[in-house]
């Protein structure tokens, strides 16, 4: 048997996915269309904003305002992974996707959750630094250290994707090819294999299981020092400062880590096709939109950034 005929029996003849998404089971595909396109344009333009006004305010050049442009830059790109594709099939009404745009779209995917999940745990340790050791913070954090850990997140998320995703694809596929999902992720395209895959999502439980506990130790860890550090304050402001600097990077945690822990963590037994697509729209969708407004409007270095830029604009 050659290797094109082999191909062929293990890939159902090398057929397409189709991404079944929302819209299959919404009473108002047209409404939900909408309603996700203007999510989509808010979290674009919300995340470029962010980067610019950090980019171009000589004030916001700390490590704290590098890692949030990180963490907006990280946002643009996952949600434009999954919703334009999704938004244009529903338009041109073509579901259809490749299997090598699926690998693609599927490894990108995990690329950036990845690197988000251990991006989250360097902020919690910048905060750590920067609120329990402010003497020597300018030089356990400077440049290159910063450098150094936002390229460390994107290795290691890279790592995620180059394992999980081939190993993935090449599972024999003849069931019914209809992803219960509105993107490639690893759990809905498993579904579709005829072949035992229980040592694979042992694998992938054990790989998650790692890539979550790490960075969440890093993070309650971090903010333990931190909150022990807060109640031995006496100043009001200082305290006040740092709660709300800190509340702001835990709200994204928990709606990202809590979202990627249902979805990776618990076994796929105990989920319903409908939760798997509910689930993920949290920190695929909603958390890219809600990131720049967590970071923006409770941030008064942010919000000033703001006001001086569009003060420029009207002048002009």
């Known amino acids: 048997m050659d290797n094109t005929t082999w191909l062929a029996n293990h890939t159902g003849g090398g ?34 904003i962010l980067i610019l006004l950090i980019h171009s305010n000589a004030h916001l050049h700390t490590p704290m305002y590098f890692f949030i442009s990180q963490l907006s830059f990280m946002d643009m790109m996952y949600i434009s992974v999954t919703v334009p594709k999704m938004l244009l099939d529903q338009i041109i009404g073509f579901k259809k996707i490749s299997v090598p ?63 999980l995703t081939p ?25 579709l294999s005829c072949s035992d895959t229980s040592l694979f999502e042992t694998l992938m439980y054990l790989c998650c299981l790692l ?5 969440v130790t890093v993070i309650s860890s971090s903010y333990s020092s931190i909150l022990l550090t807060i109640y031995r304050m ?5 305290r006040k400062k740092a709660f709300t600097t800190c509340s702001s990077h835990m709200t994204v945690v928990t709606l990202f880590y809590g979202a990627a822990i249902y979805t990776y963590m618990i076994p796929s037994s105990y989920h319903t ?3 798997d697509m509910v689930v993920p729209f949290f920190y695929t969708i909603l958390t890219p939109v809600l990131n720049p407004l967590i970071y923006s409007l409770r941030n008064k270095d942010v919000t000033g950034a703001l006001k001086k830029m569009l003060k420029v604009g009207s002048v002009f």
């Open 15 to 48: 057929s397409d996915f189709i991404l079944l998404g929302f819209f299959s089971q919404s009473t108002h595909p047209a409404l939900l269309c909408v309603v996700i396109f203007v999510i989509f344009l808010m979290a674009l333009f919300g995340n470029i």
């Open 101 to 163: 745009e699926c690998g693609i779209q599927m490894f990108l995917y995990l690329t950036l959750g990845g690197s988000e999940c251990f991006l989250l745990a360097a902020m919690a340790y910048d905060r750590y630094m920067a609120i329990c050791h402010p003497l020597r913070y300018p030089v356990l954090m400077n440049h290159r250290i910063c450098l150094l850990l936002a390229s460390g997140c994107w290795f290691l998320g890279s790592v995620d994707g180059f394992m």
């Open 167 to 191: 190993i993935t694809m090449t599972f024999p596929f003849c069931r019914s090819r209809e992803v219960h999902h509105f993107f490639c992720e690893v759990p809905a395209i498993m579904k």
């Open 211 to 215: 890539m979550l506990l790490i960075p």
């Open 234 to 238: 006496k100043s009001t402001e200082g």
């Open 273 to 275: 096709p409908e939760e």
